[in-house]
Nanobody, 125 residues
Framework: VQLQASGGGLVQSGGSLRLSCVVSGLASGIYSMGWFRQSPGKERQFAAVRSYRDRKTYYADSVKGRFTISGNKDTNTVYLQMDSLKPEDTAVYYC???????????????????WGQGTQVTVSS
């Protein structure tokens, strides 16, 4: 299983970016896909996830109302539309796939089995 993320870049505060993640060789039993982000000196944190098992999406409070996750398992793609970007959104963004589907599991990195290589997002003030 391989996850390939793309779409990062440099954008001014208030701008938008769309991240894409293509999954190849996806194993059965994967019920959720999502995006995490990691800033320098900080732990990797949950940003947005989509649970295909119960058709729910979850967002971190810091991105709620600004980011939108989309995509589906049939096409093996997941996207993250990021609007109204802020300098504090600067981070490396990782897409991931998980066999879990409840929020209590998905909000933790340890429940995610497969990870992409990350794409840098930089928001200038």
């Amino acid at each position: 299983v391989q996850l390939q993320a793309s779409g990062g870049g440099l954008v001014q505060s208030g701008g938008s970016l769309r991240l894409s993640c293509v999954v190849s060789g996806l194993a059965s039993g994967i019920y959720s896909m999502g995006w995490f982000r990691q800033s320098p000196g900080k732990e990797r944190q949950f940003a947005a996830v989509r649970s295909y098992r119960d058709r729910k999406t979850y967002y971190a409070d810091s991105v709620k109302g600004r980011f939108t996750i989309s995509g589906n398992k049939d096409t093996n793609t997941v996207y993250l539309q990021m609007d109204s970007l802020k300098p504090e959104d600067t981070a490396v963004y990782y897409c991931a796939a998980s066999p879990y589907y409840s929020y209590s599991d998905l909000s933790s990195t340890v429940k995610w089995t497969y990870w992409g290589q990350g794409t840098q997002v930089t928001v200038s003030s």
